[in-house]
């Protein structure tokens, strides 16, 4: 392995200048470094495959090459890709009612979850808010798989029955509706 960091490091210091002006005069200042870098990760990557001697160059230009053509490629991928956003409809925004509604059933949510026990909410937060798998949660709370099943469903349980509670008898909310 010290005979390749050898190699690599006089392959680098003779002829990183000539892959960079090479990139540079294919690419903007920018693109031109990164490209020339990456020549010389692949080469790291590859340096049993590198010939030796005279060959070095014509084969790190070859990577330079084709290099600066992924780069060009990608980069008319990304305009493409901007034009047609840039013809695309602007998302639809929702109507003030809907937010606020939306708004209201949040808040409920969270006054209906904040009268729960601590256990009921850690249950709950893991699974909904970290977004953690029930094994996971079973490990953090030090229970089994099918504990967890459990108290998840019956913390969702106890919580749809406060927030039904919390909302008002008669409104659109608790019949399904959308604006009051």
Partial sequence: MAS???????????HYREVLAYCLRRCDPVD?????NEVFEIAWRRIG???EGEGELPWLYVVA????WRQRRSIK???RLISRIGTMPPPRQPDPGTV?????EYERVLEAAHRLSRQDQEVLQLAAWEGL??????EILGCSIDAVDQRLHRAKVRLTKL??????TGSSIAEGGGHP
Avoid: M
């Fill in 4 to 14: 390749d960091e050898a190699r690599f490091d006089g392959l680098y210091d003779r």
């Fill in 100 to 104: 606020v509604v939306q708004r209201a």
């Fill in 77 to 79: 991928r990304f305009r």
């Fill in 65 to 68: 090459r084709r290099v600066v």
């Fill in 32 to 36: 031109g470094y990164a490209a020339a």
């Fill in 49 to 51: 495959e590198l010939p």
């Fill in 133 to 138: 798998p029930h094994a996971q949660i079973a």
């Fill in 163 to 168: 927030y039904e509670a919390a909302v008002p």
